[in-house]
């Protein structure tokens, strides 16, 4: 039996790429189609280095997102069922729940939590771990672990990173730390299906609007000063936007907040929301007004409430410049507060600080 979509063959080595994923250079190989009709994005594809990274992006995930650019899918027949390729039918697997609990301790070594320690201070920062259950791996010494909880509770598997504690980046070189633990735990016909980082928090507070990020990290951060959002991130720029992971979001009010550059990507995410009927806002802000520095550093909703010295102007200003932000805001009964010291209770719905 033949396929109609594989990997590109090795043919030298303009057919190997970059990673999306880990950033590994020539790591990895694109999907084609034999038939030449349907060209993939760069990120359909697969990463050699099925350890470290073990990202694959199939097909069939892209035209489930893309149903428009389905063509005779019924010829389509998998080539590889593996970790990024579960069948529809099979049910997840979890992570066992001891093995989680246990990562839950270590903070003072966690170099992610040194930073934002640095930043919000320990006892907020300690809160935030809490509150997203996020844990201290030794795979590397002080690494994080984001650990996917689904809005059932349970663990569908966690991402290890390694930050430096000072900057609060990750630590790319000499290699970009990052690993799997579904992949470390080396469990046979482990069926990983990923799902939001922070989902379990949509089980509680259903009346907040859901904001969502790329990155763990800005999540956190994000949930600490604008915590009238519920904030989760979908851990990459194509993560999380299937079908399945979107059905969490349904009858909720949601806002993306994409990364510099990312935008039109998100836009595209954003139309497919629409057409599952999940009411959704784009937040255009950074795109808008950021500085060449602050786009050549790819920077994030995060990296702005951080740098902000008065956040309540800068939302002020996100607001003139995005009336469909403000509309948003009021629609929530978010309003803006300049008198108020005090973080707003996000149960209360009067005041609003950023
Ligand atoms: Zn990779």
Redesign the pocket.
């Known amino acids: 039996m033949s396929y109609r979509y594989i990997l590109e063959p090795y043919k030298g080595i303009a057919t190997r790429h970059t ?1 999306p ?2 950033e ?1 250079k020539k ?2 190989s694109r999907y084609i189609d034999t038939e030449n009709k349907v060209s993939f994005p760069n990120h359909v594809g697969r ?1 050699d ?1 099925e350890e470290k ?1 073990g ?1 694959h992006f199939i097909p069939k995930q892209y035209f489930e997102e893309n149903p428009e650019r389905r063509e005779s899918f019924s010829d389509y027949q998998p080539t590889i069922q593996r970790s990024f390729s579960p069948m529809k039918e099979k049910e997840p697997s979890y992570i066992d729940s001891k093995l989680v609990e246990s990562s839950l301790s270590c903070y003072p070594k966690n170099k992610l939590y040194q930073y934002l320690s640095s930043q919000l201070g320990e006892d907020e920062t300690m809160k935030l771990m809490m509150k997203y259950k996020v844990g201290s791996a030794k795979h590397w010494e002080g690494a994080t672990v984001f650990w996917q909880r689904d809005i059932a509770g349970r663990v569908r598997t966690g991402k290890v990173m390694l930050y430096d504690p000072e900057s609060g980046k990750r630590v790319k070189h000499p290699y970009n730390h990052i690993t799997w633990v579904h992949s470390l735990l080396k469990q046979e016909n482990f069926n990983l299906k990923q799902c939001f980082f922070g989902e379990h928090l949509l089980a509680s507070q259903s009346n907040l609007p859901v904001a969502i990020v790329e990155s763990e990290k800005t999540a956190l951060i994000s949930s600490f000063y604008m915590p009238q959002f519920q904030w989760i991130a979908t851990g990459g720029k194509h993560g999380c936007f299937n079908d399945e992971n979107l059905q969490v979001l349904k009858a909720r009010k949601t806002i993306l907040f994409p990364d510099l550059g990312a935008w039109e990507d998100w836009q595209v995410k954003a139309d497919k929301m629409k057409s599952l009927n999940i009411e959704v806002e784009i937040f255009d802000f950074l795109e808008k007004r950021a500085t060449p520095e602050q786009r050549k550093e790819g920077y994030d909703i995060a990296d702005f409430l951080l740098e902000a010295k008065q956040p309540t102007a800068i939302l002020q200003d996100m607001i003139k410049r995005n009336p469909a932000l403000k509309i948003l805001m009021e629609e929530f009964g978010l309003v803006l507060d300049n008198s108020s010291k005090n973080r707003v209770n996000p149960r209360k719905k009067t005041g609003f600080r950023l």
């Open positions: 990673c994923t880990c590994q790591s990895f990463c280095r990274c990202y």
